[in-house]
């Protein structure tokens, strides 16, 4: 048994920064351990080969980054929690995370394969991660077959030239709302981080690396793009919570404006065709189309946030429901 946490993961995937972001922020003793030669071990004690793969100081491993995340709320419940104290808050923070690991990461990975100055220089750059040597040629070999395997895999996850415009266009109403909050403040529900900042901050991160994405951010959102390197180490912040009776800031209602116009009714269609039987999701949000095949894990997702808004005491329905509301994303919620 070690007294320290050890995340097994990979500076290209958004759930990696994610989590090690969490663990700077809440001061638990960790190392970072990335490459091809120690990955293939840690998923080995895992059921879904993903990374990040965390091994706890207890011995025990763990590689959702959600459940990671409420794992290490229960295990240090006064150590910088990363769930608000209000119910309500609370819920919305749970939210907004589902929707940036859900739905924006589809955003992480369009920018990343659709384009060949993205395809290139980030094949090439995530096999020099993982192999940490062994020589050029090798490197862009393998770099050209992980390549082909992920473009491969783009229109199963969705991320078609077809469907991107509406990828991007909800993306880029994040960033906006995000670049009109981050001039004043760093966090969304006060002056310390919630898990929301950290699920945002995940995907985001990838956006301010690849060439076409980080192009977009410096020219039209250069504070979300400098908020990046804020966020991914936060240890030296205190902070506070917000109390209940002020006001959320604009970045949230925004935030749910583009949950309820684009997420809530993808989660909706991605369930009716997995109950219908039918092998194609499809909608229409922002004006624009999206076609893909179903998924039962983004089934799993609308149940869960369904369960967690029910199991909302009165009080905190009676405040937050309205806010839903408002956002178009109430009904999708109790439905």
């Known amino acids: 048994m070690t007294q320290r946490y050890e995340i097994h993961g990979a500076l290209g995937s958004p759930y990696s920064l994610k989590v090690r972001a969490v663990m700077r922020y809440r001061r638990l003793p960790h190392i970072w351990i990335h490459g091809l030669a120690t990955q293939g071990a840690a998923l080995a004690n895992v059921r879904a080969p993903v990374i990040p793969v965390v091994r706890f100081p207890d011995d025990s491993w763990h590689n959702d980054s959600t459940p990671l995340i409420h794992e290490l709320e229960r295990r240090h419940p006064a150590d910088r929690s990363l769930i608000p104290p209000d119910p309500a808050r609370a819920f919305l923070a ?70 991107f415009p509406l990828i991007e266009a909800s993306t880029r109403a994040v960033l906006a709302a995000l670049e009109a909050h981050v001039t004043d403040r760093h966090c969304l529900f006060g002056t310390r981080p919630s898990i929301a900042e950290f699920g945002i901050y995940g995907q985001l991160s990838q956006l301010g690396v690849d060439p076409t994405a980080q192009t977009m951010m410096r020219a039209d959102y250069p504070y979300s793009f400098r908020w990046l390197s804020h966020i991914d180490d936060m240890s030296g912040i205190e902070g506070e919570w917000d109390a209940v009776e002020t006001p959320l800031p604009p970045v949230v209602p925004a935030l749910l404006d583009a949950i309820g116009q684009v997420y809530l009714p993808f989660l909706l269609a991605n369930t009716a065709a997995l109950e219908a039987g039918h092998t194609e999701v499809r909608m229409t949000a922002m004006g624009l189309p999206y076609v893909q095949g179903p998924f039962g894990y983004q089934a799993k997702c609308l149940a869960a946030l369904r369960a967690l808004h029910a199991a909302l005491p009165a009080s905190a329905r009676q405040n937050v429901d309205p806010i839903l509301d408002a956002a178009g994303c109430l009904a999708p919620l109790v439905a």
């Open 94 to 163: 749970a939210l907004i995370e589902d929707f940036a690991d859900e739905w924006l990461t589809k955003a992480m990975f369009g920018y990343r394969w659709l384009e060949d100055i993205d395809q290139i220089q980030m094949s090439r750059w995530l096999a020099f991660d993982a192999l940490k040597g062994g020589g050029l040629e090798t490197s862009q070999n393998n770099a050209e077959i992980f390549r082909q395997r992920q473009v491969s895999r783009m229109a199963i996850v969705g991320c078609t030239k077809d469907n």
